[in-house]
C-alpha cells in the first residue's frame, strides 16, 4: 500500500462562462467537480497505475463530504474536522479560453485534530511501502509539521517523498526525506540558485536523500545517491500542465516500490506527466500517450557521479 | 400557516477578495453561505414576523443537502429530485465594492418530480392561510406551471401572491393570482408601459387582481379591487437592495393573513423593504430600522377610485 498525505485538501469546482466580465452578472454553461489536492491528484494516478493508495490528511464540513463521496478506488482514511474543506473555483472564460482561480482559504486545524491525525498517520505508515507528502499546510497546523511526519516515515523505515514549498519545505527537506520533486521556482527558493544542476545538488545538501527537480517541457532532473540523471520526452509537450508534478509523484513512488532502479523510475515520470499535459482533461493522464511516450523517454546520466 | 413556494432554490456563497483581476489566482480572504432563492428570503422575514411557514420546491444534491440542513424556524417540504440545487457565487472586490456574479444553471427536473411537487403543493395549500410563488422556473418545469398553481390555490379559497418575471408572469398572471408585486422592469415587460399608473392597470386587466409595483427608493404603488395607493418612506433609503423585494411580498402576506387594510399592508411592505436596504446584512432586514420607520411611511390614495 502507499499513502499519500494530504493536509489541504479541496474540493476543485469548475465554471464555464462565455466571458467573464467583472461587475456584471454571469451564467454559468458547465460546473464540473472533483475532489483536489496533490495527494489525491497522486492517488488517482497511483490507482490507475494498478497501485493499492490510501489517503489521509483532513476532511470537514459538507464540502469534505462531497470530496470522500467522490474518492473511487482507494481507502479512505482522512481525519474529520470540525472545519469546512475549502473549495477551489476555476473559472474559465470560454471566449478566451483563460482561467481565473479563486481558491478558499482551508478550515483552522485545531491542536485536538493535529494530534488526531498524527496518531492515524503514525498506524498507518507502518503498513505502507512508501509514502507522499503533498502540498501546503492548512492554518493551526505547525510550520515544522513535514519534519515530524518524515521522521516517522523514516524510523519505519518507509521510503518517503515530501512534495511541498517554501518554510515547509526547507524544515521538512532538514528531517532527511528519500526524495523531494521541487520545480524549479521552489528549488530555486529553497537554495537561492536558479542553475538547476547546481541547485539540486545544493538541496542534497540540506537534507534530501534524493531530488528530482523539474525542467517543465525538457523534462526532469535527478541527483541521488546512486548517481545523476537527466530524462527527457522526445520532444516537447504542449497542453495544460495542471497535475504534471503530481503525475510525476506517482511515477516515481510507483517504480520504487516496484523496486526499478532510478531510470526507469524517471522515464515513467516523465511519459505520466507528458501524458497529463496532453490529455484533455486538467489533471488526468491519457493513457495511451502514455505507454506510446514510455519507450521514448531519452534518460542520461551515470551512476556513479553522484 | 404561510407557504411559500421556491422552485429553483439555490445556496447562495459570497467570497470576499482583495481585488478581482481575471486571469489571476485570487487567495479568497471571506467566505459566507446561505440558503438562497426568492421564496426562502420571503419565508425568513416572515419568520422574523412571527408567523408560522412551510417552504416547499425542489432540493437535490450535496448543495441542496446543505440548505436543508440551514433552513431554521420554517418547516421545510422541500421535494426531493436527483439533480443538484444550484449554487450562486457572488464575488466582492474588497476594493472597489463591487459584485461580480455567478450563476449555476440549477438542476433538470424531471416529469416524475414535477408530479411529485404537484402533489405535495396540493396538500399543502389545503393546510394554508396564503402562498407565495416566488422565482425563476428550473429546466424541466414547464412554461405555465404557475398558472396552475394558481388555480390550485384559488380553488381552495387560499390568497395567493406570485413573484416572477417573463413568460412565466404572464402566463401566471392569466390565472387571476391575488397580487402580484412586479418591479418596473416585469412591470413594462408585461405590459409595454413604462408608465406605471397606466401599467398597474394594465396589469389589473391581464387577470392579477391586485398589482403592487415597486417604484424602488420611492416606494411602492397599488392598484387593488378596494382602492389606488401609494407607499412612500419618509426620505430615499440609501444602501443594498438585495431582497428587498422579497421584504415586499413578506410584509404583504403577513398583513393580509392578519386581516389588516391594504394601507397597513402597503405601509408593512415598504418598512419591511427599507429596512432590508439598511441592513449591513445583504437582503436580511434590520428591526430597529423598521419598528422606527413603520410609523412614518406615508399612504396616500383612495379606497374608492380602483
Redesign the interface.
Known amino acids: 500500500m502507499i499513502l499519500t498525505v494530504t493536509l489541504n485538501i479541496a474540493l476543485d469546482v469548475t ?1 464555464r ?1 462565455p466571458a ?10 458547465d ?1 464540473w467537480e472533483r475532489p483536489g489536492g496533490k495527494g489525491l491528484n497522486v492517488a488517482r494516478v497511483l490507482t490507475a497505475l494498478g497501485h493499492e493508495v490510501t489517503v489521509t490528511g483532513f476532511a470537514g464540513g ?1 464540502t469534505g ?2 470530496v470522500r ?1 467522490r474518492l473511487t478506488g482507494v481507502t479512505d482514511a482522512l481525519v474529520p474536522v470540525s472545519g469546512a474543506t475549502r473549495r477551489t ?1 476555476a ?1 474559465v ?1 470560454a471566449s ?1 479560453g ?8 482551508g478550515p483552522l486545524i485545531t491542536p485536538a485534530e493535529w494530534s488526531a491525525f498524527l496518531k492515524v498517520y503514525g498506524e498507518l505508515v507502518a503498513g505502507a511501502d512508501a509514502v507522499a507528502l503533498c502540498g501546503s499546510l492548512p492554518p493551526g497546523v505547525p510550520v515544522g509539521a513535514y519534519a515530524g511526519l518524515v521522521r516517522t516515515a523514516r524510523a519505519a523505515d518507509v521510503p518517503v517523498l515530501l512534495d511541498t514549498s517554501g518554510e515547509a519545505l526547507r524544515r521538512g527537506v532538514a528531517a532527511r526525506p528519500d526524495v523531494i520533486k521541487p520545480n524549479s521556482d521552489e528549488l530555486a527558493e529553497l537554495t537561492g540558485s536558479h542553475e538547476p544542476l547546481r541547485a539540486t545538488q545544493d538541496a542534497r545538501r540540506r537534507g534530501a536523500q534524493s531530488v528530482v527537480a523539474s525542467l517543465g517541457p525538457e523534462g526532469l532532473i535527478a541527483a541521488t545517491p546512486e548517481g545523476r540523471w537527466r530524462a527527457a520526452p522526445p520532444a516537447r509537450i504542449h497542453g495544460n500542465p495542471t497535475g504534471a508534478g503530481d503525475s510525476v509523484s506517482a511515477g516515481l513512488l510507483s517504480a520504487l516500490v516496484e523496486g526499478r532502479p532510478w531510470p526507469d523510475r524517471l522515464a515513467r515520470a516523465v511519459a505520466l506527466a507528458a501524458a497529463t499535459v496532453r490529455s484533455e482533461v486538467a489533471g488526468e493522464f491519457d493513457r495511451t500517450v502514455y505507454e506510446e511516450l514510455l519507450g521514448r523517454i531519452t534518460v542520461t546520466g551515470d551512476a556513479t557521479a553522484a
Chains 1, 2 share one sequence.
Open positions: 465554471y462562462v467573464l466580465r467583472p461587475h456584471t452578472t454571469h451564467r454559468v454553461t460546473v459538507a463530504r462531497i463521496e473555483l473559472v472564460d478566451s483563460d482561467t481565473t482561480q479563486l481558491n478558499e482559504p
